[in-house]
Nanobody, 116 residues
Framework: QVQLVESGGGLVQPGGSLRLSCQASGSTLNYYQVAWFRQGPGKEREEVICISHLDGNTYYTNAVKGRFTISRDTANNRVYLQMNSLIPEDTAVYYC?????????WGQGTQVTVSS
């Protein structure tokens, strides 16, 4: 069983940056593919970026290309989402997900609001 807790959300102006953190307990995240999903107002949950546990490669949706990066902090069992050049369309609840079939774990989410 893996418990995931996101933090780092908040209110930021357009063009600003935030770093979200996904803290894991119960097992090491090294065994899992970790992804960040988001769900904006009135929208479905979508995967925005993930990092493979097999080869370390990262994958992202075009909407965040060049602006968001994902990284592992193995020593502290965390995964970070660095978000730069934020735009209002990035406003959403952001969720951390750890997956290694058949296991699939979610955090409770953290709100990110991009507004002037």
């Amino acid at each position: 069983q893996v418990q995931l807790v996101e933090s780092g959300g908040g209110l930021v102006q357009p063009g600003g940056s935030l770093r979200l953190s996904c803290q894991a307990s119960g097992s090491t995240l090294n065994y899992y593919q970790v992804a960040w999903f988001r769900q904006g107002p009135g929208k479905e949950r979508e995967e925005v970026i993930c990092i493979s546990h097999l080869d370390g490669n990262t994958y992202y949706t075009n909407a965040v290309k060049g602006r968001f990066t994902i990284s592992r902090d193995t020593a502290n069992n965390r995964v970070y989402l660095q978000m730069n050049s934020l735009i209002p369309e990035d406003t959403a609840v952001y969720y951390c997900n750890a997956k290694a079939s058949p296991y699939d774990y979610w955090g409770q989410g953290t709100q990110v609001t991009v507004s002037s």
